[in-house]
């Protein structure tokens, strides 16, 4: 079963504004990681936060975690036309280490 | 730096026939990922790999198999291919599990049709 959902699924900004994804997830979990993907390309790894973490930042990413709520966000700032892609969360499942699942994904889209 | 290579990049079959996809992890990686992502859908994980043994397995066909060899790259291998199985095929690699060591590498995809 899907362990991750993602809102919104599609998302419009213009440059320099801010975007805020969102990932709900099911089950108790080791990490959580955010993956970027290029139309019809592989997924690129951004960032991990482990479940004893709440916030975690590199450069314009700033990813946050409750784990109460089972829920992350990605937020990306000063957003660029390049920051057009696909944004997927991922999490794996606290037990079981050999998989990571995906979320439905959040289709961002930059307007320069 | 060395990324994870996957072979054909496009694959092009008809109903019923059989296809095989490569990978070759990145040096030095021990765990290997099959991702099977349609078209706008999410990657749904399909069957992984640590130290040439089958770690878990996912929402793989009956139809599919895939191993993983002593020098570490894997393939998948596909039987009589149906409409629905077409779609990108990523395959990912990592020094050890997911949920122990974190990120994990994808390569490019294969993206395989059926007509």
């Known amino acids: 079963s899907q362990q991750g959902e993602e809102d919104p699924q599609a998302l419009s900004i213009q440059e320099g504004e801010n975007a805020t994804m969102n990932c709900s997830y099911k089950?108790?979990?080791?990490?959580l990681q955010w993956y970027r993907q290029n139309s019809g390309r592989g997924l690129v790894h951004l960032i991990l936060i482990r479940s004893n973490e709440r916030e975690k930042h590199s450069g314009r990413l700033r990813v946050t975690l409750d784990t109460s709520k089972k829920s992350s966000s990605l937020l990306i700032t000063a957003s660029r036309a390049a920051d057009t892609a696909s944004y997927f969360c991922?999490?794996?499942?606290?037990?079981?280490?050999?998989?990571?699942?995906f979320g439905t994904g959040t289709r961002l889209q930059v307007f320069p | 730096a060395a990324g994870v290579i996957q072979s054909p990049r496009h694959l092009i079959k008809e109903k019923r026939e059989t296809a095989t996809l490569k990978c070759y992890p990145i040096?030095?990686?021990?765990?290997v990922y099959w991702y099977q992502q349609g078209p706008g859908q999410d990657p749904q994980f399909l069957i992984s790999f640590y130290e040439k043994m089958q770690s878990d397995k996912g929402s793989i066909p009956d139809r599919f198999s895939a191993q993983q060899f002593s020098d570490y790259h894997s393939e998948l291998n596909m039987s009589s291919l149906e409409l629905g199985d077409s779609a990108l095929y990523f395959c990912?690699?990592?020094?050890?599990?997911?949920?122990?060591?974190?990120?994990?590498?994808f390569g490019e995809g294969s993206r395989l049709t059926v007509l």
């Open positions: 040096p030095r990686h021990d765990t």
């Open positions: 089950t108790s979990i080791n990490n």
């Open positions: 991922a999490t794996d499942e606290r037990g079981n280490t050999d998989k990571l699942i």
């Open positions: 990912a690699s990592s020094l050890g599990l997911a949920g122990s060591t974190g990120e994990l590498f």
